[in-house]
């Protein structure tokens, strides 16, 4: 992986931990985008990979099993609450532990792997945060619901606009 891909996926890590340690509006836009964006790169890499085997298929289906579980761990941590009107999520310690111990059983599995034959490059690390938040999201989707609260408004971002202004022409 490129250098700078990486520093920015990690850095996009850090603020998005950032964000969900001081507690943020819990939106639909924020659940579902970042797994699926994560997860399409991730697949599209794997796919495009040619030297591609069914051993890093099957070392692949168990670090999505490991990054699904410990998601699904630490969706099932997070304080959920009301704030003005809205559906708010806020990380506690243990779904910052459960990031930390997530990242290092899933790097673990990924250095046996690369050991025992795995190619790098069929294990990108797109895929491996993209499947931790989908498991995240599948479990504070049902408890969001299940909240008096509804689901906070997706608020404007300042690439919103130039987004819409570039998909109109």
């Not at 819990?26 to 797994?35: G, I, K, T």
């Not at 708010?88 to 459960?98: D, I, P, V």
């Not at 945060?129 to 906070?152: K, N, Q, T, Y």
Request: charge should be positive; aromatic fraction near 10%.
């Amino acid at each position: 992986m490129n250098g700078w891909l990486l520093a920015s996926l990690v850095i996009g890590c850090v603020v998005v931990l950032v964000f969900r340690v001081l507690g943020e509006p819990l939106n639909w836009r924020d659940l579902l985008a970042p797994p699926i964006v994560l997860i399409t790169i991730g697949v599209v890499g794997v796919v495009n990979f040619d030297g591609l085997t069914g051993s890093d298929i099957a070392w692949l289906v168990g670090g999505c099993v490991i990054g699904l579980a410990f998601g699904a761990a630490r969706g099932a941590t997070v304080r959920l609450y009301e704030k003005d009107g809205e559906l708010w999520q806020k990380y506690t310690k243990w779904s910052l532990a459960l990031f930390v111990l997530g990242v290092a059983v899933s790097g673990g599995y990924g250095l046996v792997a690369v050991k025992l034959g795995m190619h790098p490059e069929a294990r990108p690390y797109q895929l491996a945060i993209g499947i931790s938040f989908a498991g995240e999201a599948a479990v504070l989707f049902p408890r969001g619901l299940a909240m008096d609260a509804p689901f906070a408004k997706d608020k404007e971002r300042p690439w919103d606009t130039w987004l819409k202004d570039r998909l109109r022409r």
